[in-house]
């Protein structure tokens, strides 16, 4: 059991029987009465995202989740394929378990396949990856890094926010939690 004060977003927890992962946690102190927490969360297995509110003194279930490292190969349609490091075992995970991961994921990239009761429930990436910018606009002579930024589309299909200096081929480290540039990678 994990109180309230506890939660942080990533973690899964048992609720009224159901996995759930907490995408977004909100502490939320009113001038009387006690303190809530209002979280965010995506069930595991059907996929689908709700919204709780608590009060913070409550308790959950944290469920235990085994991790197995593993490597991503490729994607066909609605399947992603994925490899065991360990024994070489290849399986295939719904695109539905991956969530807000597929963001960041490019072939033969090293992950955590989250399991529980041994099914599948999703993957958990590294803090942050290595990935090439496929397009941007151009950066202006004399623009910094403290100057601005602008839209820069990687190679994965996302769209972030990166500094002037930033051209298309450049290398970037893109935070995997926040979606954020990092650094440009030489």
């Known amino acids: 059991m994990i109180d309230g004060g506890e939660l942080k977003k990533g973690i899964t927890i048992m609720l009224e029987g159901q996995l759930y992962q907490v995408l977004d946690y909100q502490h939320i102190k009113m001038g009387r009465g006690s303190a809530q927490i209002r979280i965010k969360l995506r069930d595991v297995r059907a996929g689908h995202i709700i919204e709780k509110s608590f009060q913070a003194s409550e308790k ?5 989740l085994e991790r197995r490292p593993v490597q991503f190969h490729y994607n066909d349609g609605n399947l992603y394929h994925f490899m065991d490091t360990e024994n070489y075992e290849q399986f295939a995970v719904d695109k539905l378990l991956l969530g ?50 602008k839209p820069a589309r990687l190679e994965t299909g996302i769209t972030i926010q990166v500094p002037f200096f930033i051209n298309t081929g450049d290398k970037i480290k893109v935070d995997t939690r926040t979606g954020q540039y990092l650094e440009r990678v030489s």
């Not at 959950?60 to 235990?64: E, I, L, S, V």
């Not at 597929?102 to 033969?108: D, H, Q, R, V």
Request: aromatic share 8%; proline share 4%; net charge negative.
């Open 60 to 64: 959950f279930t944290k469920a235990f």
């Open 100 to 149: 807000d991961t597929l963001k960041y994921l490019k072939e033969n990239m090293n992950l955590e396949l989250m399991t529980h009761k041994g099914t599948a429930i999703g993957v958990e990436l590294p803090v942050s990856v290595e990935l090439q910018v496929a397009e941007t606009g151009p950066g202006f002579k004399g623009n910094t890094a403290s100057a601005g930024s």
